[in-house]
């Protein structure tokens, strides 16, 4: 053995499936009787949540009938179709948004099959997007927004539905990358957008929740000790920070949570007032339903972006240029101005660089009604727990417990959801049974402000991406900047987010050289297996398998133990990806990419499936 493979050989191995691969399949819990009904290509999936009754319904038969149309194109697809699934979500597990707002309530649009021409692309259909398209078609520009899947599908419709300018970095430690002239424009802005979501929801009379409440900080430690002392200094020092910027915030040394009643004391903290929370899957449903009346707009769902180039020339102001998009069924959009809303840029590194990916995880547990404050609850810990509450029934609401992040594909997934309901059950003791348990994904800036604006070494496409644990208000944040950007009007905030920024990457620098090097660690994988015969797999499971001859194969096993392979490198850099048995997906731990249990694109910045193996 070489030198090189001793040290690869000795690295931590965290990808692999624990024990041998036949045990990879992921045990729903004990609380959560699920039944899933899988069938062989493009059928149809469904869940049933038999503690709660509910189901999660397919699509109408026109959604059906486009998904079919989807599937059978002349183009580049997984190696075998996914289930409808990761066509409307990207993981096996349902959110608990889908209690009072099921898949199929979703509007319906059709798929670009013609060249068009537009003003604005946007390419995502997520809160970004959704926003940025209402901002402008109120400005009185002609939209055009496409989407890969089904609209609302990435990480949007699996988020725990925050809205926050108690920003998760803390205003301290922003104002050190900032400035506190930096400080004081991500507070504003964020303000601005728990509120301009209100607006909104009033605007289009749209019924989803939206709500103004505190918000609470509070030590992960016990009271009374050391490090709890510590942690309340640090808490009062972004308290009077945060006064000083303009946000209305207080410090209380006895704040108390109604519902904690365990014996864990973390007693004291910061509230942030009028914060938010709404039910983000109906208010979005709502803005795109307003948005389909409207004649200049125009939306296509299923239609995946795979090219995205400035072309023309334009020097001193003149000529012209203009921007290309390329779909994958080989159509094209020309436009002025192209936004990129796709949670990360599809492209290969530049701000890709400058971030950390993380999954992170959310459970949703009945509570008797009115016995837990309705609040937003933030803890200290790294990564930290936080919690809200959204309705149930006539009996009960859903406390959803959210936090456990860790690396993208660089950790074992399995053992977060039972490790926050141990954690909500220590300090909530009222709490019931689990009824919803999923996962989602952000990306962390290593400055941690968002990236919005133009795009590095272009100047009219347009990125937003970097939510670093508030995606919904930066993505708000995101329509009024880049709305204003495209129109070419000045906005204070725009230096802070502007992703050709210099002063706060260059304070990070040591933060992205550590991840860079930590992510060129992830390429030892060319020289891993997870199983050394397909036979190794349990049905329901997947494992790259490496023949050392040839590259990596990714392998999946069905219910039925029908078996789909495909190449295991991650189209974006190369990567290798794992199995993640609790959302039955591909997850590259390179850049964070993430493909369906056949090889579907659901997660960027890869474009494109798996490929055949």
Same mark, same amino acid.
């Given at each position: 053995m070489t030198s090189m493979k001793r040290v690869v050989t000795a690295l931590s191995q965290r990808c692999r499936p624990l024990g041998r691969a036949i045990n990879c399949r992921h045990q729903p819990h004990p609380s959560l009787s699920s039944r899933l009904i899988l069938s062989h290509g493009m059928k149809t999936l469904k869940i049933t949540n038999t503690s709660e009754g509910q189901r999660s319904?397919?699509? =109408?038969?026109?959604?059906?009938?486009?998904?079919?149309?989807?599937?059978? +194109? =002349?183009?580049?697809?997984? /190696?075998?179709?996914? $289930?409808?699934?990761?066509?409307?979500?990207? *993981?096996?597990?349902?959110p608990v948004w889908v209690h009072g707002d099921p898949f199929s309530k979703r509007p319906d649009f059709k798929t670009l099959d013609e060249d068009i021409e537009t003003d604005v692309c946007i390419i995502g259909a997520g809160i970004s997007g959704i926003s940025l398209a209402y901002e402008l078609i109120t400005r009185g520009r002609e939209v055009v927004l496409i989407e890969a899947r089904d609209v609302l599908s990435g990480e949007t419709g699996r988020t725990s539905g925050h809205l926050s300018n108690a920003l998760d970095d803390m205003y301290?430690?922003?104002?050190?990358?900032?400035?506190?002239?930096?400080?004081?424009?991500?507070?504003?802005?964020?303000?601005?957008?728990?509120?301009?979501?209100?607006?909104?929801?009033?605007?289009?009379?749209? $019924?989803?929740?939206?709500?103004?409440?505190?918000?609470?900080?509070?030590?992960?430690?016990? @009271? *009374? %000790?050391?490090?709890?002392?510590?942690?309340?200094?640090?808490?009062?020092?972004?308290?009077?920070?945060? &006064?000083?910027?303009?946000?209305?915030?207080?410090?209380?040394?006895?704040?108390?949570?109604?519902?904690?009643?365990?014996?864990?004391?973390? +007693? *004291?903290?910061?509230?942030?007032?009028?914060?938010?929370?709404?039910?983000?899957?109906?208010?979005? =449903?709502?803005?795109?339903?307003?948005?389909?009346?409207?004649?200049?707009? @125009?939306?296509?769902?299923? %239609?995946?972006?795979m090219g995205i180039k400035e072309k023309g020339i334009e020097v001193l102001g003149l000529?012209? &240029?203009?921007?290309?998009?390329? %779909?994958?069924?080989?159509?094209?959009i020309q436009c002025e101005h192209a936004v990129e809303t796709t949670n990360v840029p599809l492209q290969k590194l530049s701000v890709v660089a400058q971030m950390e990916w993380n999954r992170t995880y959310c459970i949703a547990m009945r509570v008797p009604k009115d016995s837990v404050d309705d609040i937003l609850l933030y803890d200290?810990?790294?990564?930290?727990?936080?919690? +809200?509450?959204?309705?149930?029934?006539?009996?009960?609401?859903?406390l959803v417990i959210g936090g456990e992040d860790h690396k993208v594909g660089q950790e074992d997934p399995r053992g977060h959801f039972e490790n926050l309901e141990r954690w909500a059950r220590e300090r909530f003791t009222g709490a019931k049974s689990v009824a919803y348990q999923w996962s989602g994904q952000i990306f962390e800036p290593a400055d941690y402000m968002a990236y919005i604006g133009k795009n590095q070494g272009n100047n009219r496409i347009y990125v937003v991406t970097g939510?670093?644990?508030?995606?919904? %208000?930066?993505?708000?944040?995101?329509?009024?900047?880049?709305?204003?950007?495209?129109?070419?009007?000045? =906005?204070?905030? /725009?230096?802070?987010?502007?992703?050709?920024?210099?002063? *706060?990457?260059?304070? $990070?620098?040591?933060?992205?050289?550590?991840n860079d090097l930590q992510v060129n660690m992830q390429y030892k994988r060319l020289l891993q297996s997870d199983i050394q015969d397909i036979e190794d797999l349990a049905p329901g499971c997947g494992g790259v398998l490496n023949p050392k001859t040839s590259k990596p194969i990714a392998v999946y096993k069905d219910e039925n133990g029908n078996v789909t392979k495909m190449s295991a490198l991650c189209p974006h850099m190369g990567g290798v990806v794992c199995w993640n048995p609790v959302e039955k997906s591909w997850d590259c731990p390179v850049h964070g990419s993430r493909f369906g249990e056949k090889g579907l694109a659901i997660q960027g910045p890869a474009k494109a499936n798996l490929g055949k193996a």
């Open positions: 319904e397919s699509k =109408n038969s026109q959604t059906s009938q486009q998904f079919s149309t989807y599937s059978s +194109r =002349n183009m580049a697809r997984p /190696a075998v179709d996914d $289930s409808e699934q990761f066509v409307r979500t990207s *993981g096996i597990k349902d301290p430690e922003i104002a050190k990358k900032h400035g506190e002239s930096g400080a004081k424009a991500a507070a504003e802005s964020h303000t601005w957008a728990l509120n301009r979501v209100g607006e909104i929801a009033r605007e289009l009379k749209i $019924s989803c929740e939206y709500r103004h409440l505190p918000g609470y900080r509070v030590s992960q430690y016990q @009271r *009374g %000790t050391e490090e709890w002392k510590k942690d309340i200094e640090e808490i009062k020092e972004d308290v009077e920070l945060a &006064k000083k910027l303009g946000i209305d915030a207080a410090f209380d040394e006895n704040l108390t949570v109604k519902g904690w009643d365990g014996k864990i004391d973390q +007693r *004291g903290g910061a509230i942030f007032y009028r914060q938010a929370a709404f039910h983000p899957t109906k208010y979005l =449903n709502g803005v795109l339903k307003w948005l389909k009346e409207q004649p200049n707009f @125009r939306c296509y769902t299923f %239609t995946r972006a000529g012209h &240029k203009y921007v290309q998009i390329e %779909t994958e069924s080989g159509k094209t200290t810990a790294d990564p930290y727990k936080y919690i +809200r509450l959204t309705p149930c029934d006539e009996e009960h609401d859903y939510d670093s644990g508030n995606g919904l %208000t930066h993505g708000v944040v995101a329509s009024r900047l880049l709305a204003d950007e495209i129109e070419g009007k000045e =906005n204070s905030w /725009a230096a802070l987010y502007s992703p050709k920024r210099v002063g *706060g990457v260059i304070k $990070s620098a040591p933060t992205i050289i550590q």
